[in-house]
C-alpha cells in the first residue's frame, strides 16, 4: 500500500520541485521512503512519484518508481497471486532482481500488455510510462479497492491517490463543481467518475485509462476490462445447496490466504459480526499460531461490540486485543476528518475506523478487514424492504400513498411513541416518504440512498443544478436475469460500496500508515456469488444465508444470532451538544453567504427545524457541517 502522484505538462513549467511536493503531501501513505523520477522531454516534462509502505520485499531495491526495458512504474496495492504469475514468467526465461510484487507486474505488461490484468488477484492503481512511445498507462482494480484521481486541462495532467497532491501543483485549478457538490449532499460521497472540482475525475474500477502525448495536444482513452454485470448477467447455477455452501467457504478460504501475503506483520479487524468473524475463522481454522484481531468499543456511545468479539475470539483462539474508546477521543477525530477525507464525506463511521486502524498499527502493518460481505452476499436492511415491502406498497392506490406521505409531513418523528426511541428511526422515517412516492426498485433504491431529494437540491441551491451521471441509473442487469436483489446487490457495488466504504477504509487505514486488505472484494468471490439462487443469499427473510451457515460451522447459532450493529454514531444528540458550536461556527449566515453555492434562508430553515425537534433532519445538518469544514480547510 503506498501513495502514487505524477503529471504530464507539454507547456514544461512542471518541475521537480513540483514533484517532490506533491510526493511529500501523502507521506502518510508510505513512511518508509518517497522517491520521484522527473523526465525533461523535448515536447513535455512528465513526472512519476511515489510514496512506500513496505510490504512485500522491505529492501531498497523494490523502491518505486521502478524501471524494465522502456517501461517505469508507479503502483499503489498488492498483487496477492505475483509469485504464481512470477513462476510463469521465468518459463518464458524472465529474470528478476527483486521479490516484489512490482516488478512482476512491469514484466507481465511487457510480455502480455493490457492482457496482463487479468492474472491479477489483488488490489491496485497502477501507472506505466512507456518512455519509447510517450505514453501512460493507467489502470484501477475491479472493485475500485485503491483510488485514482486525475485533472486534465489543456496541456497538463496531473494523477493521484489522493487530491491533496493536486494542490501541490502551481497550475491546479481548485473551482469547484457544484453539481458534484449536489451529489455530495445527495449520498454523503461525491459519486464515482466525478470529482468536487472541475476537470478531475476518479478512474472507474475495472477500468483502464491511456494517456498519449505526441504532439500538441494530450489524448485520453477509456476501456473498461471488467464489471460485476457480466456475472450477474449469466444464468444462475444449477447447483445444491450444501455443495454450493462447501464451494463458497473453499472460495473464501483462497481469498482470506491470499491476504496473509506480506513480508511484515499481519492482523484481522474482528467486530464479532458474521462477516469479520468469518475471515478469522477461515484463517485461524489452519493455523497453530493465534492471529492477531483487533476491536474497538466506545461505551459512552452505546457503541461496544468487544463482548461479542471477545467471545469469538476465545472460541476461534486468537491473540485477541481490545481497546475502550471515551467519547470525547471520538468527537477529537471530526476536526481531523477535512485533512484526510480531502473531497467532502459524510460517513460518520470514519471515526472509529480510524480509531482501531490506530490502534491495530501499533503491532501491524497489515490488517484485513471484512468490508463488501454485505453487498456480495446480501444484509443490507434495504433488502428486506425492497423484498418485503415493494409489492405491497406497490398495489397501495397512488392517491393513499400520497396522502400518508404528506400527513408524514405534518407530523416530526420525534412525535411518534417508542418508535421515536428505536436507532435511526427519524432517518428512516424521512426515507419512508419518498419510497411511498415511487415503490419502484430504481426509486426505493434512490430513496433509501438519498438524503436530500432531487427537489430539495433545486430549493437548497443558489444555481441551477444538473444531476450528475451515476451507478443508480445503469441499466447493466438483463432482462433475462433480473431480480430486485440482484439489482440491488450490483447497484450497491458500485455505488455505496465504491464511494462510501471503500473510501473509508482507504483514508482511515492510510492516515495512520496501515494496509488495509479485503478478502470479500476478491473479484472470483463476486463472480461467484452473483451466480448463486437468489435464495441461498436471501432465505425466507435471513440475510447473508449461505455466510451465516459457514460461519455457524466454527461459531454455534446461538452466540451469533443478535441484531446487527455497525458503527452506530449518535449524531442527532452531538448536533444538539458538543457538536453545536461547530455547527455554529461552520453553517453560519456570513460563511454560506460568502460562498455563493447554497441559499441562507434553506439553511437556516433546516437549522431552526432540526433544533426545534425535527430529529430526522440530523444527518441534512450533518453532510452540511462535513462540507463546510471541507470548504474550510480546502478552498
Known sequence: MCGITGFVDLSKRSSQSDLQFMTDSLVHRGPDGGDVVFFQKENYTLGLGHRRLAIIDVSNAANQPMKFQEYWITFNGEIYNF??????????????????????????????????????????????????EDQLF?????????????????????????????????????????????????????????????????????????VSFVGSQIQISQDKYWSVYTAYNLPKLAISFQDAKKMTEDLLSSACEYRMVSDVPVGVFLSGGYDSTCVTALLQKNRTTPLKTYTIGVPDIGLNEAIYAKQTSDILGTDHTEVMCTEKEVLDEIKKLPYYYDEPFADSSALPTTLVSRIARKDVTVALSADAGDEVFAGYNRYDYMLKYRDKLAKIPGFLRYS????????????????????????RYEKMKGVLLNPNEESIMLSLSQQFTSNQIKALFVDEINELETYFQSKELSKETFSSLSYMQAIDYQTYLLDDILQKVDRATMTVSLEGREPFLDHR??????????????????????????????????????????FAIPIATWLTTDLKPYVEEFICEEKILKQGILKWDKVKELKTNFYGGKKELDYKIWYLLMFQMWYDEWM
Open 83 to 132: 509469485q504464481e504469475i512470477k513462476n510463469e514468467l521465468i518459463l518464458l526465461g524472465h529474470q528478476f532482481t527483486t521479490s516484489s510484487d512490482t516488478e512482476v507486474i512491469l514484466h507481465a505488461f511487457q510480455v502480455w500488455g493490457n492482457g496482463f490484468v487479468e492474472r491479477l488477484i489483488g488490489m491496485f492503481a497502477i501507472v506505466i510510462y512507456n518512455e519509447k
Open 138 to 210: 493507467c489502470l484501477r482494480d475491479r472493485a475500485g479497492v485503491k483510488p485514482f484521481f486525475y485533472y486534465l486541462k489543456d496541456d497538463l495532467f496531473l494523477y493521484a491517490s489522493e487530491l491533496k497532491a493536486f494542490h501541490k501543483h502551481p497550475r491546479f485549478e481548485k473551482i469547484i463543481n457544484q453539481d458534484a457538490v449536489a451529489a455530495f449532499f445527495q449520498y454523503g460521497n461525491v459519486p464515482t467518475p466525478h470529482c468536487i472540482f472541475k476537470n478531475t475525475y476518479k478512474l472507474k474500477p475495472g477500468y483502464f485509462l491511456t
Open 404 to 427: 400518508i406521505a404528506g400527513a408524514m409531513n405534518l407530523v416530526p418523528s420525534e412525535a411518534i411513541p417508542v418508535l421515536k426511541h428505536k436507532y435511526n428511526f427519524h432517518n
Open 525 to 566: 468471490v463476486i463472480e461467484w456469488a452473483a451466480r448463486l439462487p437468489d435464495a441461498f443469499k436471501y432465505h425466507h427473510g435471513d440475510k447473508k444465508y449461505i455466510l451465516k451457515e459457514i460461519v455457524h460451522q466454527y461459531i454455534p447459532k446461538e452466540k451469533m444470532d443478535r441484531p446487527k450493529m455497525g
